[in-house]
C-alpha cells in the first residue's frame, strides 16, 4: 500500500504559476515512475506528466509541453509539478500516481497503482 498526498494547489490569473507537490509514503519510492494526471469538470482523465524512477526521463503531454516540469526529489520521497503560464483550459483536479512495476514511463492512466486524493487548480482568465 502506498499513500500519495497532494499539495499546492490553488487560485490563480490566467499567466501565473504554481507548484504542486506529492509526498509519497513507502520505502522504495525511488523505485516508482511517478506520473502527473488531471480531471477538469465533465471531461474525462486526462494525462499530464510522467517521471522515471531516478528522474532522468520525463514525458508530457502536448498540451503543456513548454510551461509544466516535472520533477523529483527521492530523498524526500516527493514529486513536483512546475506550472507556468498557466491557461484557464488547465483548471482542474490533478491527481499523483505511481505506478510501482512497469519499466518505463506511461500516458495510460491504468498502468498506475496508487493515487492521490487531488488537490484543485483553478486558473481565471
Known amino acids: 500500500q502506498v499513500q500519495l498526498v497532494e499539495s499546492g494547489g490553488g487560485l490563480v490569473q490566467a499567466g501565473g504559476s504554481l507548484r504542486l507537490s506529492c509526498a509519497a509514503s513507502g520505502r522504495t519510492f525511488s523505485s516508482y515512475i511517478m506520473g502527473w494526471f488531471r480531471q477538469a469538470p465533465g471531461k474525462e482523465r486526462e494525462f499530464v506528466s510522467a517521471i522515471s524512477r531516478s528522474g532522468a526521463r520525463t514525458i508530457y503531454a502536448d498540451s503543456v509541453k513548454g510551461r509544466f516540469t516535472i520533477s523529483r526529489d527521492n530523498a524526500k520521497n516527493t514529486v513536483f509539478l512546475q506550472m507556468n503560464s498557466l491557461k484557464p483550459e488547465d483548471t482542474a483536479v490533478y491527481y499523483c500516481?505511481?505506478?510501482?512495476?512497469?519499466?518505463?514511463?506511461?500516458?495510460?492512466?491504468?498502468?498506475?497503482?496508487?493515487w492521490g486524493q487531488g488537490t484543485q487548480v483553478t486558473v481565471s482568465s
Open positions: 500516481a505511481a505506478d510501482t512495476d512497469s519499466g518505463t514511463t506511461d500516458t495510460r492512466d491504468y498502468r498506475y497503482d496508487y
